[in-house]
């Protein structure tokens, strides 16, 4: 089935100077980018989007660092798009995650893990409304 998923280019990787090549892998593994912008998240609105997490121990170090500079949020279309992205970045922690994986080689740490990616379909409609509007979703064409 075709589906959404929301991809976030964090903060380490728009410092890493790394958006180009993460972008690139993403394009390469057959996802299609259906909306994307650059913005900078609050503590107020990463908090909100990492509300399930709430009362996790890492919760508020990952509000500070969600809100510490520039991200790149990214809609994107694919068949299985939810698992496939999901394979595509691996696991949380980079030392866990599969060699070839983006997090495997780039991110430094578990919180620190370049990317973020939808869990589930549903998930993925409601990320992906928290940050573009229908307007500025374009479809494949
Ligand atoms: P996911 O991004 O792989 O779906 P989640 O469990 O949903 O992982 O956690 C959301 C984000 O919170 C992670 O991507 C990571 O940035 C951060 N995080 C999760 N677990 C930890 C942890 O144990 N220590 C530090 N940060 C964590
Ligand atoms: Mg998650």
Redesign the pocket.
Known sequence: MIERTLAIL?PDCVRKNLTGAVIARIEKAGFKIIGMKKTRLTQETAGAF?A??KG???YD??VE??SSGACVPIALEKENAIADF?TL?G???PAEAVPGTIRKDFAD?????IV??S?SPENGKIEIAFFFSVKELIEVI
């Open positions: 964090k990492y399930v997490h996790r121990p890492f170090g990952l660092f969600m999901r970045i696991a949380t922690d740490n578990k919180g620190e893990n973020h990616g869990d």
